[in-house]
């Protein structure tokens, strides 16, 4: 009898110091993803990645350092108070006060993804969902949330709470006047979530400047958002992109 295929999803059922490890990898790589297609601005934006045994602590990129350049060695370890556990550079405030509530609020969830990508910025100002005009777009067909309020830069908690309550169960949301965030059960997945969103965004943006679009009826988008919107999916959509960068850029994964 042949050997079962290995999982496409990679399992660590006892070894908590090898998925810490490959969580704070993907993450690393997931930054220069961001950096490479230009999702950063300034020192806003951030992605983070539970840690696999303190599960109220998150890695999450230091304050002030480019996506460009970060690498594994690089990553911070942030604790539930917002205190840095591990790691010599601060943490970003809206990090803490955004991604604490998400993971607080969400216990499936391994990682989130924010940043002031132009297209979700732009479609942000718009305060209303993303609508399920093409293929791609049904991922988020009655997956994402909208949180319509603007409380200026997200230092506070309770800011947090309302990202995190607008966010819901889905996979992603639009903050109104601020850009997208998404969650994945993996750092893959909510990478490859942000990226195509932001350009659902953009393809949206561009149809309504073209004219009205159609959008697809919405059996169609459910049943297309079941075949794309799973976080196996997510996950198995990012691999192209993880490959290209660390083909490119394998110096992310340095220790």
């Given at each position: 009898m042949s050997e079962p295929?290995?999982?496409l999803w990679p399992v660590f059922d006892r070894s908590p110091e090898d998925e810490r490890l490959h969580r704070k990898q993907r993450l690393a790589a997931a930054f220069r993803i961001f950096g490479r297609l230009g999702f950063d601005e300034g020192v806003a934006g951030h992605i983070t990645a539970r840690d696999p045994?303190?599960?109220d602590h998150f890695w999450v990129n230091p304050f002030g350092m480019s996506?460009?350049?970060i690498r594994v060695r690089d990553l911070i370890l942030v604790n539930h108070r917002g205190e840095v556990v591990e790691g010599s550079w601060p943490v970003n405030q809206a990090a803490f006060a955004i991604h604490s509530a998400i993971h607080e609020a969400r216990p499936d969830v391994v990682a989130a993804a924010h940043s002031?990508?132009?297209y979700g910025k732009a479609f942000s100002s718009l305060h209303r969902p993303v609508l399920p005009l093409t293929q791609d777009a049904c991922i988020f067909f009655e997956d994402h949330g909208l949180d319509t309020e603007y409380g200026g830069v997200a230092n506070d908690v309770q800011e947090g709470k309302?990202?995190?309550?607008?966010?819901?169960g889905h996979k992603a949301a639009v903050l109104a006047n601020h850009g997208l965030v998404t969650v994945g059960q993996s750092v893959d997945e909510a990478t490859f979530w942000f990226a195509t969103m932001e350009r659902t965004c953009q393809a949206q943006l561009l149809a309504e400047s073209a004219g009205t679009p159609k959008p697809i009826p919405d059996d169609?988008?459910?049943a297309t958002h079941a075949q794309l919107g799973t976080p196996l999916a997510g996950w198995f959509s990012a691999q192209p992109l993880f490959s290209w960068i660390l083909a490119e850029q394998p110096d992310c994964l340095e220790e």
């Open positions: 295929p290995e999982p045994e303190r599960l996506f460009k350049q002031h990508s132009v309302r990202i995190a309550t607008a966010l819901g169609v988008a459910s």
